[in-house]
């Protein structure tokens, strides 16, 4: 049985106790405070969990004929695998005799060629032709790197120097390839190939 002396000795000990707790508790909830403003609370990060970033396809086509590409550009630059027997193809010699006369062969192109999407969204492009393409940014359409396929229009600034230009080349897709375009900021966008200048996409981002 205790006397008065040990009770208050009780009474002292948990009231230094609930300090104690009540101490714990402040510094418990400043750190939780804390932590949401640094956004290290998952509860913050789940609310975008199963919501996965939209992806809009892009998809570049071209028909070069083998046999032609080849012999001037080296083995295996045009891998198409359309049909050359059935007229499926276009030979390096008229596309360029095409491009110069200013109707462009229209077997080379970006599908779509307008995009509406909204912001966040990803561009996957994928090269589904025969030979390879850039997917480069302009201010402005214009012409590409090289004069032949130009029609007369001068190269733009961003296509300039063709792939020893890394800003060019990092655009670039090999065939059967595809390149990812991601954090597109609200407005018009344009691009075009680098190579094949007729081939355009202009993305409206909301
Ligand atoms: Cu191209």
Known sequence: MKNSRGQRQDRDQNSKENQMKTVTI?????????????????????????????????????????????????PDFCKNVSIGILGYT???????????????????????????????????????????????????????????LNAGEATVPECAGGFKNVAVAKTRIIQGSQLQVTDLSKGEHLFECCIHPWMRVKVEVK
């Not at 949401?36 to 969990?49: D, I, S, Y």
């Open 26 to 74: 402040r510094l418990l909830a400043t750190l939780f405070i804390a932590a949401v403003t640094l956004g290290f609370v998952p509860a913050a990060v789940a609310q975008n969990k199963g919501k996965p970033a939209s992806v809009a396809q892009v998809v570049a086509l071209d028909e070069c004929d083998p046999f032609s590409f080849n012999l001037v550009l080296g």
């Open 90 to 148: 276009t030979t390096f010699q008229d596309l360029f005799a095409q491009a110069a006369a200013g109707t462009p062969d229209p077997g080379w192109d970006f599908e779509p060629d307008v995009l509406n999407v909204k912001q966040g969204t990803t561009l996957s492009v994928v090269d589904q032709g025969g030979e390879p393409h850039t997917f480069t940014e302009v201010a402005k359409f214009g012409g590409g790197f090289i004069d032949g």
